[in-house]
């Protein structure tokens, strides 16, 4: 029990991403994720946005040992780097995507990989997207063509509580723990609206309608609350009183709640509704837990402010609407509203939801910016820029090795062929902390064991 | 026995006629034209008049409405291929789907469910879309169901093409084998071909037809079903099928030329590994651009420079996009394709001429003498997904761009002062 006990406190000097009575040395699923070989590069003349809203031109960037070591005009060239003219093109950061369900929902779409929702019972905080990842999704390869250095997958939106969702660096490896990111915090996902009360009101069983889906989340912190002021009074017990008296039996899904209640773990909400937004910040305050970003949010632009106010970022399509009726209410300028909101404060993200989307999350900020732009806001390429880079990096809980262009940084690039605003832009190379990863020009570009072959023996998949 | 009523109606190829004609002169002047033609550009004024494109050159005319387009791109109306416009409002809401039917099958027009004040109109309007074709869901059978040309105009009075494609698939399924679909489409088309024109003027005689054919009590054929496999058979209707896998398409081109079908292969993921044989057949793709997920075991080798690789070889592409909403988007999968080596005068006539010539609809799709005024004036390069335009003319007329989307956005967007009910 000592042991424990010393652990544990351990636990708290540490960085706790898993439940805090797991000993450290015995914490499972830990990231066991490593650069892959990577060398001293000076991009010279590039054009530069950097993710945090400025935009440099005609500037020079080297990266060293997995980081950003320097930006600037003119950087002095050494004869162990080697130099990459960036003339005319541009650098950003890694993009990152806060939505995705690549690895759960794999390509090819088949009922023996589809593993996103554990749709058995509205509340499953227990279950942990990774481990339903197929690492041989050959859709991760696709978006690192895009751009893509790290994404966030999340459990679906069947559920009022979904499970844990979980940040990955874009480089394919055989186990997902070594594509998990360092020492990003889980995220919680959970859903509003129409989904969870279709999924088990079909089946009738709650909750069938909106009030019994607040009325779900509700009963679930009140336990979640309850587990946690037993687990606090124990942990505040001295050692002696811990050896005579009983620790709280674990519990997976309360675990991961109290995980959320003290911080630990972010609350990414599917909801589309502003009033049903509205509802899950009474909840959140009710028991104390904060929501890092409403997702999809379709009517974010109603309730901007409110967003504002309470630092949550909404995580954004550019366009979808109408598959649904709480996604009826689309304005092509959601995004900028809400990056607008209270003299710029709001926090903006697009994401992607989607395979596809996630090849092309420059187009989605691009076609978002011009929207904004059309409703009257001054918004440049530079600030929009944030809506894929930093602004995600925040929500995901890493914005501080990576997202923007700052020295010190995870070197995680892209250089693009021209302005990554344009639709006629393709990214040309891609670092992952400093690796090259993707590198249109020569064909480098990584192939999963699921698209070796399949076609032609003596081929790749995509190979002519 | 409701079909006897309609059977006139069915029988033969109906063309409607845009209702709506734009009474007013415009003149457009120093538009930079692409034509849905020509490979090149070219700067020229565009007179308009009684809905129709009446002059294009450098002359002037004496007319009240005069559009400076110095600088700006001009382009034909975008048709979208493959859209439920009109047929559903909200995905998820039931209610609202006009897209399947329950008894008909073969004979399944959507044309008599379309609502042309459906939100996506207005919205796909404004985003450069002046026409669209309504296909409706797959039917139980391999081939059947017809599909719709309307403009997107937002008249009452419809104006369109009724009736003026089938639908079918073939592909991988749950259940059943592709080789039964197979089977099942050379069973149909027989049986279209084997109709005789005196059989569809009565409806006593197709009764006598249908009693002798096993196959159309087997899937439950009814009298407006066979009418639609005459129409088929008879009047050169293009027939799309949905299908992907390489195998698949080999054998659709073997169908189209054992019956000499009006084919179009749609969705064509593997096209890329029979380019030859395709190139051959004369065979209209239409193809999602941007779409290069191996979703299926039927798709393995989607590749995002298909698009460029089938036009090298000749072929004639349209796009479609998600059946969700936004069709617009099919100017942003030719974006995509142009920036993975298609020509951007190939992209242009994929969505516009191409779509007009495959389907038979006139002057749709083309900025010539002649042709019905469907064009639109951009703020920018309407290959770029951020770019609108800023003047969509239907048949002449000068279009409302406003949509429920927009108002949303200005009623939280300005006059804040007031509530925001009011505003």
Known sequence: ?464 | MLNFRFKKYFATFLFIFANSIGAEEVLITNANIYDGKSDDPFISNIYIKNGKIKNISNNLFDVENVIDASGMIVTPGFIATDTEIGIVEIGALSVTRDDRPSMYNIGFSVFDAFNPNSTLIPWNRANGITSAITLPKYSSSPIGGLGSFFDLDSNLNISGTKDMVMVGRVGGSSSGSRAETFALIEDLLDLAFSIDPRVVKSNAEIIKFMSEMPLVSHLDLQIRDIHALYKLANTDLPLIIESNRASDILKLIDLKNKYNLNLVIMGAQEATLVIEQLKDSDIPLIVNPINNIPNSFDELASNINASARLEDAGITLMFNAPRDHNYHLIRQGAGVAVANGMSYSGAIKALSSNVSKTFKLGSKGLIEEGASADLMIWNADPLEPSSMPIKVFINGIDTDLTTRSSRLRDRYTKNLDKPNIYR
């Open chain 1, 1 to 464: 029990m000592k042991i424990i006990y010393i652990k544990h406190i351990l636990s708290f000097v540490l960085i706790a991403s898993l439940s805090q009575f797991i000993s450290s040395e015995n914490e499972p699923f830990k990231s066991t994720y490593f650069p892959m070989p990577y060398s001293k590069v000076l991009f010279q003349n590039a054009n530069i946005f950097d993710g945090d809203g400025n935009k440099f031109l005609d500037t020079d960037l080297i990266i060293q040992d997995g980081k950003i070591v320097a930006i600037g005009k003119d950087l002095p060239k050494s004869n162990d780097i080697k130099v990459i003219d960036a003339t005319n093109k541009w650098i950003t950061p890694g993009i990152i995507d806060i939505h995705s369900h690549m690895g759960v929902y794999p390509a090819p779409s088949v009922r023996t990989s589809s593993d996103g929702n554990e749709s058995t019972s509205p509340v499953t905080a227990d279950v942990w997207a990774e481990h339903s990842i197929w690492v041989q999704d050959p859709q991760f390869a696709l978006a690192l063509k895009g751009g893509v250095t790290t994404f966030h997958v999340l459990p679906g939106s069947a559920n009022l509580i979904g499970g844990r969702g979980v940040t990955a660096k874009n480089v394919q490896r055989n186990t997902i723990n070594s594509m998990k990111f360092p020492d990003a915090p889980h995220s919680l996902k959970m859903a509003c609206g129409e989904n969870p009360k279709r999924v088990y009101g079909n089946r009738s069983q709650a909750p069938s309608t909106r009030m019994g889906n607040a009325a779900g989340y509700r009963k679930s912190w009140i336990k979640a609350t309850s587990y946690l002021s037993r687990l606090e009074e124990y942990e505040s017990k001295s050692e002696e009183a811990k050896e005579m008296g009983y620790k709280p039996q674990r519990d997976l899904e309360l675990e991961t709640l109290a995980g959320v209640l003290r911080g630990d773990i972010l609350v990414h909400n599917h909801c589309y509704r502003a009033d049903e937004m509205a509802v899950m910040i009474d909840i959140a305050n009710e028991f104390g837990y904060e929501i890092t970003a409403f997702h999809h949010a379709v009517e974010a632009y109603k309730i901007a402010d409110l967003l504002a106010d309470n630092n949550i970022c909404a995580a954004l399509w550019a366009d979808w609407w109408g598959f649904k009726h709480e996604a009826y209410d689309m304005v092509q300028a959601n995004v900028a509203i809400v990056d607008q909101a209270r003299n710029g404060k709001g926090c903006a993200i697009v994401h992607s939801d989607s395979e596809i989307g996630i090849q092309h999350l420059n187009q989605e900020a691009s076609k978002a910016l011009a929207a904004g732009i059309r409703a009257g806001y001054d918004i440049s390429e530079a600030r929009a820029m944030k809506w894929i880079t930093s602004n995600p990096a925040k929500a995901a809980g890493i914005y501080d090795v990576t997202g923007s262009l700052k020295v010190g940084k995870n070197a995680d690039i892209v250089l693009w062929s021209g302005n990554p605003f344009s639709v006629y832009t393709l990214a040309e190379q891609v670092f992952i902390d400093g690796a090259l990863a993707y590198d249109r020009d020569s064909g480098y570009e990584p192939a999963s064991d699921f698209d070796l072959g399949i076609l032609n023996p003596n081929k790749n998949r995509i190979e002519e």
